[in-house]
């Protein structure tokens, strides 16, 4: 199962990525969404290669609390993240994806990859639902975000 968000905005890559790679602790991490509770880079600039981050959340009115790292990093264009195992065998990777529109905007593509069968995201519709909330609404701020922040 593959969960996706997508959001046009009105700022370059370079912009989105710049402003992802500044999530370097809780008070930038929450400041894009009210229920970021705490990250710290346990390893690494954030979203480089071999970097590793720890944070809270809440997802679906539960804390979640994980390590991620940084597989993947192509500057203005990509950023590849996952879970150690053997929490990546049910969440093998998620990105985002910065994609030019034109010379003034993007889309920015969250994905989120999780390994269930039908059974279980039935059962697991809920914390489904959540995670796909979530990921619409750290879009949204994003571009809130981006778009209103002086070059």
């Known amino acids: 199962m593959v969960l996706t968000d997508s959001i046009k905005i009105k700022a370059s890559p370079e912009k989105i990525f710049s402003f992802l790679t500044g999530l370097k602790d809780t008070e930038s991490y929450k400041a894009w969404h009210p229920d970021h509770v705490v990250m710290r880079w346990i390893k690494g600039e954030p979203f480089t290669e071999g970097s590793i981050v720890y944070f809270e959340e809440y997802l679906h009115g539960k804390i979640h609390k994980a390590k991620f790292?940084?597989?993947?990093?192509?500057?203005?264009?990509?950023?590849?993240?996952?879970?150690?195992?053997?929490?990546?065998?049910?969440?093998?990777?998620?990105?985002?994806?910065?994609?030019?529109?034109?010379?003034?905007?993007?889309?920015?593509?969250?994905?989120?990859?999780?390994?269930?069968?039908?059974?279980?995201?039935?059962?697991?519709?809920?914390?489904?639902?959540?995670?796909?909330?979530?990921?619409?609404e750290e879009g949204e701020n994003l571009k809130a975000i981006v778009e209103n922040k002086a070059d």
């Open 69 to 136: 790292m940084c597989t993947k990093a192509v500057p203005n264009r990509l950023i590849e993240y996952k879970p150690p195992f053997p929490l990546s065998i049910i969440f093998p990777g998620n990105q985002f994806i910065m994609e030019p529109v034109d010379e003034k905007s993007c889309t920015f593509t969250a994905t989120v990859k999780v390994r269930m069968g039908p059974l279980s995201g039935r059962l697991n519709r809920r914390q489904i639902e959540g995670v796909k909330r979530h990921m619409k």
